[in-house]
């Protein structure tokens, strides 16, 4: 076999492997040999085939799944002679004449292919531990701890009947009946229906227009839906909503005590107040969490320069245009709505992928420095995390990813990402600042 380097710029490499056809052949005799004594054609005792007749019969197949069984081998072989690391899968590229491809197959020529793939750039490693990283922190007050009972009693909270208007926080039952040009629409019928005005659970406008109504009363509520309401065939229609008041009813007195925890579940006031406190400490852990990740990443970031691999970033940016224009399509926006244009949409995202794909070579390389290993008990959880988003559909999920290993290979991108994270967050100069909540709770700008 012979390998010679037809491509060397940057990190781009090509490389041409040449497989003697007297090689070929002795590879194929090998594998016929092995054949011989496993087919079973008519005529012929088991074992007994004439080795002419099998080649015959079998050969074309036999050297095509060795000339596969060379590329699989050969990349990387070579790869590792050669001490180089591939940022991608290389691409395989052979023959395309149909003439010469036969004369491979009868072991006739010698086969050729190219190999074409970008290297893994050079990496220098910043000292991690000199990252300076500030950590938010904040304590939970008893004003937020309130907050939260208050909001958490709200929906417990009972109704009792008034005999007057309905105003601003009373519950409603009613009848109604939508119209869309006189005739009835589809999901725009409900008997019983109940409402908290001010709730906005309905379309914008149909909530304000039942204040003032007693039961017994009935009502033509006009409204428009919005531009972007996900029914394309309501989607910014204006309609009218036959409506009968059933019955109105006033909130009752909420109080906050121990009879109101038992209903929701907990033994009394003081453990519902310490289960939301860990609640809200565990939230504030996340939102700590993903601030102090989004600074080392913004550090290193600015810190490492490295040549990025074209196709990397490429397949990156394809990713990220794919999601955003659907998301444009699922929101039935624009570049113009966003105040922006394709132009300067595409600039930005294209720097989002040099980015990603600048990071992510990084902490493959710290990952691989610090000997980051995901256990496969982490990979499992990983997988039923998964299968618990789709209640009902268990058997299904995990069949699927059962038959995709790339989908599992999917999962544990991010899983080692964090890990990695993980281990600089041990290694960085990390000090805590005290901020509001409000403060640690602020999103930062979409880049990640």
Same mark, same amino acid.
Do not use: C
């Given at each position: 076999?012979?390998? =010679?380097?037809?491509?060397?710029?940057? @990190?781009?490499?090509? #490389?041409?492997?040449?497989?003697?056809?007297?090689?070929?052949?002795?590879?194929?005799? $090998?594998?016929?040999?092995?054949?011989?004594?496993?087919?079973?054609?008519?005529?012929?005792?088991?074992?007994?085939?004439?080795?002419?007749?099998?080649?015959?019969?079998?050969?074309? &197949?036999?050297?095509?799944?060795?000339?596969?069984?060379?590329?699989?081998? =050969?990349?990387?072989?070579?790869?590792?002679?050669?001490?180089?690391?591939?940022?991608?899968?290389?691409?395989?590229?052979?023959? +395309?004449?149909?003439?010469?491809?036969?004369?491979?197959? $009868?072991?006739? $020529?010698?086969?050729?292919?190219? *190999?074409?793939?970008?290297?893994?750039?050079?990496?220098?490693?910043?000292?991690?531990?000199?990252?300076?990283? /500030?950590?938010?922190?904040?304590?939970?007050?008893?004003?937020?701890?309130?907050?939260?009972?208050?909001? %958490?009693?709200?929906?417990?909270?009972?109704?009792?009947?008034?005999?007057?208007?309905?105003?601003?926080?009373? &519950?409603?039952?009613?009848?109604?009946?939508?119209?869309?040009?006189? +005739?009835?629409?589809?999901?725009?019928?409900?008997?019983?229906? #109940? @409402?908290? %005005?001010?709730?906005?659970?309905?379309?914008?406008?149909?909530?304000?227009?039942?204040?003032?109504?007693?039961?017994?009363?009935?009502?033509?509520?006009? %409204?428009?839906?919005?531009?972007?309401?996900?029914?394309?065939?309501?989607?910014?229609?204006?309609?009218?909503?036959?409506? =009968?008041?059933?019955?109105?009813?006033?909130?009752?007195?909420?109080?906050?005590?121990?009879?109101?925890?038992?209903?929701?579940?907990?033994?009394?006031?003081?453990?519902?107040?310490?289960?939301?406190?860990?609640?809200?400490?565990?939230?504030?852990?996340?939102?700590?969490?993903?601030?102090?990740?989004?600074?080392?990443?913004?550090?290193?970031?600015?810190?490492?320069?490295?040549?990025?691999?074209?196709?990397?970033? /490429?397949?990156?940016?394809?990713?990220?245009? &794919?999601?955003?224009?659907?998301?444009?399509? !699922?929101?039935?926006?624009?570049?113009?709505?966003?105040?922006?244009?394709? +132009?300067?949409?595409?600039? +930005?995202?294209?720097?989002?992928?040099? !980015?990603?794909?600048?990071?992510?070579?990084?902490?493959?390389?710290?990952?691989?420095?610090?000997?980051?290993?995901?256990?496969?008990?982490? *990979?499992?959880?990983?997988?039923?995390?998964?299968?618990?988003?789709?209640?009902?559909?268990?058997?299904?999920?995990?069949?699927?990813?059962?038959?995709?290993?790339?989908?599992?290979?999917?999962?544990?991108?991010?899983?080692?990402?964090?890990?990695?994270?993980?281990?600089?967050?041990?290694?960085?100069?990390?000090?805590?600042? =005290?901020?509001?909540?409000?403060?640690? *709770?602020?999103?930062?700008?979409?880049?990640?």
């Amino acid at each position: 076999m012979q390998v =010679t380097e037809t491509l060397n710029e940057g @990190l781009a490499r090509e #490389l041409k492997v040449v497989v003697p056809k007297g090689d070929l052949s002795t590879k194929l005799d $090998a594998k016929l040999e092995d054949m011989k004594g496993k087919v079973k054609i008519n005529g012929f005792r088991e074992g007994k085939v004439p080795m002419s007749h099998v080649k015959k019969m079998y050969g074309k &197949q036999a050297m095509a799944e060795i000339v596969n069984e060379i590329i699989n081998t =050969t990349s990387g072989n070579v790869l590792k002679e050669r001490d180089e690391k591939p940022a991608q899968q290389p691409e395989i590229s052979m023959t +395309e004449d149909e003439k010469q491809a036969d004369k491979i197959l $009868a072991g006739d $020529a010698d086969f050729e292919f190219k *190999m074409t793939y970008e290297v893994v750039p050079e990496i220098t490693v910043p000292n991690l531990e000199k990252l300076k990283i /500030e950590r938010p922190v904040t304590d939970v007050t008893d004003e937020e701890i309130n907050e939260q009972v208050e909001k %958490i009693a709200e929906s417990a909270r009972k109704y009792e009947e008034k005999k007057g208007k309905a105003a601003d926080k009373d &519950q409603i039952t009613m009848d109604y009946l939508g119209k869309k040009d006189g +005739e009835p629409f589809e999901g725009g019928k409900a008997e019983d229906a #109940l @409402l908290v %005005i001010g709730s906005n659970r309905f379309i914008p406008g149909f909530e304000e227009q039942l204040i003032g109504l007693k039961a017994g009363d009935n009502k033509i509520v006009k %409204i428009s839906f919005p531009d972007d309401y996900q029914a394309e065939n309501l989607a910014g229609k204006k309609v009218e909503f036959d409506v =009968t008041i059933k019955l109105v009813e006033k909130p009752a007195k909420l109080e906050l005590n121990d009879e109101l925890a038992k209903q929701l579940g907990m033994e009394s006031m003081e453990k519902l107040r310490e289960a939301i406190k860990g609640q809200v400490e565990s939230q504030n852990g996340s939102y700590t969490r993903a601030k102090v990740k989004r600074q080392i990443l913004d550090t290193l970031d600015k810190e490492v320069k490295m040549e990025l691999p074209t196709k990397m970033v /490429e397949a990156e940016f394809k990713n990220i245009w &794919q999601q955003m224009t659907a998301e444009l399509e !699922r929101a039935k926006s624009s570049f113009e709505k966003e105040d922006t244009t394709e +132009e300067e949409a595409k600039n +930005e995202y294209q720097k989002l992928a040099e !980015r990603r794909v600048r990071l992510g070579l990084l902490l493959a390389q710290i990952g691989e420095t610090a000997e980051v290993q995901i256990s496969e008990e982490e *990979m499992q959880k990983a997988v039923y995390d998964q299968v618990r988003q789709y209640p009902g559909q268990e058997q299904q999920i995990f069949e699927y990813f059962q038959k995709n290993p790339e989908a599992v290979a999917g999962l544990r991108a991010p899983l080692y990402e964090e890990k990695v994270v993980e281990f600089i967050m041990t290694k960085a100069n990390i000090t805590d600042k =005290t901020v509001s909540r409000e403060e640690l *709770m602020k999103q930062d700008e979409e880049l990640s």
